[in-house]
């Protein structure tokens, strides 16, 4: 999990710093580019929320997994600590 979080936060920076300059290099206004500005990081706040939602089911599957893993050889433990105790 470590390794996608670093993806993301690579992606998102990229993003951010990407949209930023292009919006300050292009030739407009100071009105407009405010404005582009705003929309293009509304935009990509939206994206990175969406991103850290999937992260976040992604995450959760894989405790679940983890967990129902763990609870089975939980039980086969307990199994095989009690027949080892019945014989």
Aim: proline fraction near 1%; glycine fraction near 10%; avoid cysteine.
């Amino acid at each position: 999990m470590n390794r996608e979080m670093k993806v993301l936060s690579g992606f998102v920076l990229g993003a951010i710093a990407g949209g930023a300059a292009g919006l300050l290099l292009a030739p407009a206004s100071g009105k407009r580019t405010r404005k582009k500005l705003k929309r293009e990081s509304q935009r990509m706040v939206n994206e990175a929320k969406n991103t850290l939602a999937d992260v976040a089911n992604e995450a959760a599957v894989k405790v679940n997994e983890g967990l129902e893993d763990f609870s089975v050889k939980g039980r086969d433990s307990i199994t095989k600590l009690r027949e080892k105790i019945s014989n």
